[in-house]
């Protein structure tokens, strides 16, 4: 039978130098867990919506290694042409492409980023291949606008990559880890080390459902022995905790 009587802190509630430990470790957990790297793909999947690109294939690596980046691939739809034209400033050219859109003369038109062979291993500015077809009539026109597009695929490219970087430098910083201590409402041992356990009223604790492991057989079965204790039903190792106002039993 174990009997190891583990104090559970706050963040708050830590020295010092169990803070910087608490937040060491949970910045480690962060970097671990997928969810980082989904908020950098929705950002990326917004951005390109807004502008009118496809934001179905979007591959990325932000590692800073030379070969990382962000690329996207897909059909360009028609009406979007003139949004990504005048997103680059063209405004010519979308007036242009707008009268031969309007006169339906570019209906078979079709532009496509494909991956180079390039993209098969990486991702970047310069993985992306922008081609079109055009009915001869408006051959010179299309190819300017194909032109025109190709950049500010790559200048797109580019921004999202130092978007990508930003939000997950973000993560790293001082306060964006202590705000997440916080609202996963984490607690720890006197060392800082992490318990895995979060802040729960006792009852909360107690009922079933609840996803807190014990440390030490992870069990999730708690019994409550006597005041602000708790004992694993499986290996009896106990907690001591408190009665915590901020989270309401339902
Ligand atoms: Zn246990």
């Known amino acids: 039978m174990h009997y190891l009587l583990t104090e559970l802190f706050e963040y708050d509630e830590l020295s010092d130098q169990a803070k910087d430990r608490a937040r060491r470790e949970h910045s480690k957990m962060l970097s671990e867990c997928d969810n980082r790297v989904e908020d950098v793909r929705k950002h990326f999947e917004i951005s390109l919506e807004k502008i009118g690109f496809p934001k179905e294939d ?3 690596s932000l590692g800073y290694q030379h070969s990382d980046g962000m690329a996207f691939y897909g059909r360009i739809e028609f009406s979007n042409i003139e949004n990504i034209l005048k997103y680059a400033d063209q405004d010519e050219l979308a007036h242009n492409w707008k009268t ?3 006169a339906g ?3 078979d038109v079709c532009f496509n980023i494909s991956r180079k062979s390039l993209g098969l291993h990486y991702s970047h500015y310069n993985t992306m291949l922008l081609t079109s077809d ?3 009539c408006c051959k010179f026109i299309i190819l300017k606008i194909t ?3 190709s950049d500010v695929i790559k200048a797109v490219s580019k921004k999202l990559e130092a978007d990508g970087y930003k939000l997950l430098e973000t993560r790293k910083t001082k306060s964006y880890i202590e705000e997440s201590i916080r ?3 984490c607690l720890f041992k006197k060392s800082g080390e992490p318990t895995g356990l979060r802040i729960y009223s006792n009852e909360t604790f107690l009922k079933e459902g609840t996803n807190i492991k014990c440390d030490y057989c992870h ?3 708690f019994t409550k022995t006597k005041k602000d204790v708790i004992s694993c039903n499986n290996c009896e ?3 001591k905790v408190k009665t915590y106002h901020s989270m309401e039993v339902r």
Request: charge should be negative; hydrophobic fraction near 35%; proline fraction near 8%.
């Open 183 to 185: 609202t996963t409402e």
């Open 147 to 149: 032109s025109a597009i």
């Open 100 to 102: 031969l859109y309007d």
């Open 105 to 107: 003369e570019v209906n």
């Open 237 to 239: 190792a106990t907690y």
């Open 219 to 221: 069990c999730m079965k």
């Open 58 to 60: 979007i591959d990325f």
């Open 134 to 136: 055009s009915p001869p």
